[in-house]
């Protein structure tokens, strides 16, 4: 049953602290990516990742970091640099980047207290 | 700023009638314009997409309309049923860089 898989669904922090999402797809897909999502806009590129062991910034990196060591997993942490962390998070893989679509996994909600 | 412009935020149509849901964009270098279909709680997923060189496209009860000319794009829900209430984002992707760039969702209810 091939997907994507976030976790956890939801995650409460303290402020400050910094907190890793997990996202991992066995879709054979080479192309990873992170979205925010915040009522009413839509949802915003945080990084992405072509290939293992290469990623590049999105419109709205500040704040975040990832890492890509293996092409089934693109984790995400949230730093306490990122002002306003509450947020959906999705993360997404496309086949390569040039692939028109992309799949997305079933988000993790964020709330920082 | 927001590249791509969805209207209207919000929706109600009864069963049986049709949704319309409009975006503009002023980028002319996107080459891709897809719709996805979200369930509150889930992840977004791919409902039907267009290029620009085709104006209109139906999927089923599902119909995209392309203007290229008034760089204007539009999702037609026909039939509308019970099972379509979800939030509906545009897209546009970027010829060069491939990036998506989304609408702001339209929250669609449909009423029995």
């Known amino acids: 049953d091939g997907g994507i898989t976030q976790s956890p669904k939801y995650l409460f922090r303290k402020e400050g602290q910094n907190v890793t999402l997990s996202c991992e797809q066995n879709?054979?897909?080479?192309?990873m990516y992170w979205y925010r999502q915040d009522p009413g806009q839509g949802l915003r590129l945080i990084y992405y990742?072509?290939?293992?062991?290469?990623?590049q910034k999105g419109d709205i990196a500040e704040g975040y970091s990832v890492s890509r060591e293996k092409k089934e997993s693109f984790p995400l942490t949230v730093t306490s640099a990122q002002k306003n962390p509450t947020a959906f998070y999705l993360c997404?893989?496309?086949?390569?980047?040039?692939?028109?679509?992309?799949?997305f996994g079933p988000g993790t909600r964020l709330t920082v207290l | 700023q927001q590249q791509v412009k969805q209207s209207p935020q919000s929706l109600i149509v009864q069963k049986g009638g049709i949704s319309i849901i409009n975006c503009a964009y002023e980028?002319?270098?996107?080459?891709?314009f897809p719709w996805y279909q979200q369930f509150p709680g889930k992840g977004p997923a791919l409902l039907i997409a267009?290029?620009?060189?085709?104006s209109e496209k139906k999927e089923g009860r599902f119909t995209i309309s392309f203007n290229k000319s008034a760089k204007q794009f539009s999702l037609h829900i026909m039939d509308s049923q019970p099972g379509d209430s979800a939030t509906y984002f545009c897209a546009a992707r970027g010829r060069n860089d491939y990036k998506l760039s989304f609408g702001a969702g339209t929250t669609v209810t449909v009423r029995a």
């Open positions: 997404a893989s496309s086949r390569d980047r040039a692939y028109n679509e992309q799949f």
């Open positions: 990742s072509q290939i293992v062991n290469d990623f």
């Open positions: 879709l054979n897909h080479d192309a």
């Open positions: 267009i290029r620009p060189d085709v």
């Open positions: 980028n002319t270098a996107f080459d891709y």
